[in-house]
C-alpha cells in the first residue's frame, strides 16, 4: 500500500481522501478488500477505467452431486465451468460519443452436467448445474453499442446480445436453472436465446421516469448460433424471423429506509414458425406468451438496508399451440447479512414448478408413445445455499437440491442433489 509522506497534504480531510483513494487503486492481488483477485495492477486498471476501458475477467464453476434417489442407488457427481472475457468501453471518454458505451463480452464453457449424464435426473426439465448448455466451446456473447437521447430518457442498443440481457432478467445466485436467469429462455429455449448466445438484435427504452421504464426490442432467431463451430457467427444466413419482447419495469424505492424492489411485466411473440405440438399434418403457428418478475427487499437489518430480507416471485406462461411447458412459477427468500460477524454472506431458498402441457400428453397417447414413468404433470426444483462472501472477488455457494418427479412424470425420480458453485472475478 502506498503511504501519504508529512507535508504532502495541507487538508487533512484531502489526506484522508487521497489514502483511500490509494489504498483502492493499488489493491494487492488476493487481498479480501480488492474487487478484483489479480489485484488493481498497481493502479493501472483503475486508470483504464477513469478513460473510459473497464475491463472484466470472471470465472463461474459449478459441482454437482447426486446424493439420494428413489429408485435410483448411483452418486454421480460432474462439474461444469464458463470464463467470461469482458470489455465495457465508455465512448463519451474515449471518442468524445456523448451518452454513448459499448460492450464486448467473450465466453467458453466446459464440463458436463449432472441433469445429463446421471440415470436418477433422466429427463430433468431443470438443470441442476445452470452453467453448462448451448454447447461447450468459444462464444462472442456481447458485441453492441448503446446510446441515450433526449436527455437520456431514451436509450437505443444495437448489435449481438441475447434477450435475457434486458427482458425478463433476473439473478442467477442459484445453481438450478430453474431459480436462474431469465426463465422464458428457459422454456421457450427453441427460439428465445438466453446467455451466452447472440444474435443480432435491437432494443429501445424509454425512462418515463427515474422510477419506470418500457422497453420493446427485435431479435434475430437463427438456429445456427446454437451450432458449436458458430460461435462466432455474424452472418443472418439461417434466420428465420424474429422474437419481439415488450415489457414495463418499475423500480420503487419503498418505506422509511427506501427498501429497493424490481417490477416487471412484458410479452413476447415470435414471427417464426414453430411446429403445432400433436398436429398430424405437419401445422405450423407461433410463439407467444408472458411473464410477471417481482423482487422486493422486505426488511432492513437493525435499520442496515445492505443487509435484510428480501423476496421474488417470478410467472412465465406460454402459448400451449406450440410449447411443451405452459407455464411455470418460482418464489423464494434471501437473506442477506443475518450474522454481524458475517455480514455480506446470505442465505436463501427457492422452489420452482415447471408445468407442462396438456396437448404433450394427448400427443403422447395418440402416438402410442406414453413413457413407462406416466404421464406428464409438474416438476418441482427447490434449492437452499449459504453464499459466503470469501473475499470482494470471490463468492462461495454450497447448496442442497431436491427435485421432485424428474421430467415432470408423475411416476418419475425424487432426487437430492448437493452441489457448490464458486464465482470469481480475476
Not at 434417489?69 to 465512448?91: C, I, M, N, R
Not at 438443470?127 to 433526449?150: H, N, P, Y
Request: proline share 2%; hydrophobic share 35%.
Amino acid at each position: 500500500m502506498n503511504k501519504l509522506r508529512s507535508g504532502w497534504c495541507v487538508n487533512l480531510g484531502l489526506c484522508v481522501l487521497s489514502a483511500g483513494i490509494q489504498s483502492v487503486s493499488a489493491a494487492d492481488a488476493f487481498s479480501a478488500e480488492s474487487p478484483w483477485m489479480l489485484g488493481d495492477w498497481n493502479g493501472q486498471r483503475t486508470e483504464l477505467q477513469q478513460k473510459g476501458y473497464d475491463f472484466s475477467f470472471g470465472y463461474t464453476g459449478e459441482m454437482a452431486t447426486l446424493l439420494d434417489a428413489k429408485h435410483s442407488s448411483g452418486h454421480d457427481t460432474e462439474y461444469a465451468d464458463q470464463f467470461a472475457f469482458g470489455a465495457h468501453l465508455d465512448l463519451e471518454k474515449i471518442l468524445g460519443w456523448r451518452d454513448t458505451e459499448a460492450q464486448i463480452t467473450v465466453t467458453e464453457r466446459n464440463g458436463h452436467s449432472l441433469s445429463q449424464t446421471s440415470e436418477a435426473l433422466d429427463g430433468h426439465l431443470s438443470s441442476a448445474q445452470e452453467v453448462w448448455g448451448r454447447g461447450q466451446t468459444w462464444r462472442l456473447t456481447d458485441f453492441w453499442i448503446k446510446k441515450k437521447f433526449l436527455d437520456q430518457k431514451l436509450d437505443v442498443k444495437a448489435g449481438r446480445f441475447g434477450e435475457g440481457e434486458d427482458f425478463n432478467s433476473f439473478d442467477c445466485d442459484f445453481q438450478n436453472l430453474a431459480l436462474c436467469g431469465s426463465q422464458v429462455g428457459n422454456w421457450v429455449g427453441d427460439q428465445w436465446y438466453n446467455w451466452p448466445v447472440s444474435q443480432w438484435a435491437a432494443r429501445v427504452k424509454y425512462n418515463i421516469r427515474p422510477d419506470l421504464f418500457a422497453q420493446i426490442g427485435a431479435y434475430e432467431y437463427n438456429p445456427e448460433n446454437l451450432e458449436r463451430g458458430k460461435g462466432w457467427n455474424l452472418s443472418t444466413d439461417g434466420s428465420h424471423g424474429a422474437i419481439i419482447p415488450a415489457e414495463v419495469v418499475w423500480s420503487p424505492k419503498v418505506g422509511a429506509n427506501k427498501l429497493p424492489g424490481e417490477y416487471r411485466a412484458g410479452y413476447y411473440y415470435s414471427t417464426a414458425d414453430a411446429d403445432v405440438i400433436g398436429s398430424a399434418s405437419n401445422e405450423k403457428d407461433h410463439h407467444q406468451g408472458g411473464w410477471l418478475v417481482a423482487k422486493q427487499q422486505l426488511t432492513a437489518h437493525q435499520g442496515d438496508a445492505s443487509r435484510g430480507l428480501s423476496g421474488f416471485v417470478n410467472v412465465t406462461v406460454h402459448d400451449s399451440e406450440t410449447n411443451s411447458v405452459s407455464d411455470m412459477q418460482n418464489i423464494g427468500l434471501v437473506y442477506k447479512g443475518a450474522f454481524d460477524a458475517r455480514p455480506q454472506d446470505e442465505i436463501a431458498i427457492g422452489l420452482g414448478r415447471i408445468n407442462i402441457n396438456d396437448d404433450v400428453n394427448d400427443a403422447n397417447i395418440a402416438n402410442g408413445a406414453v413413457d413407462a414413468r406416466g404421464l406428464q404433470s409438474e416438476e418441482y426444483d427447490a434449492e437452499i445455499y449459504y453464499g459466503i462472501h470469501a473475499a470482494n472477488w470471490l463468492t462461495v455457494r454450497p447448496n442442497i437440491q431436491y427435485i421432485r418427479h424428474v421430467g415432470a412424470y408423475k411416476n418419475g425420480e425424487n432426487a437430492w442433489v448437493g452441489g457448490i458453485k464458486f464465482q470469481t472475478a480475476f
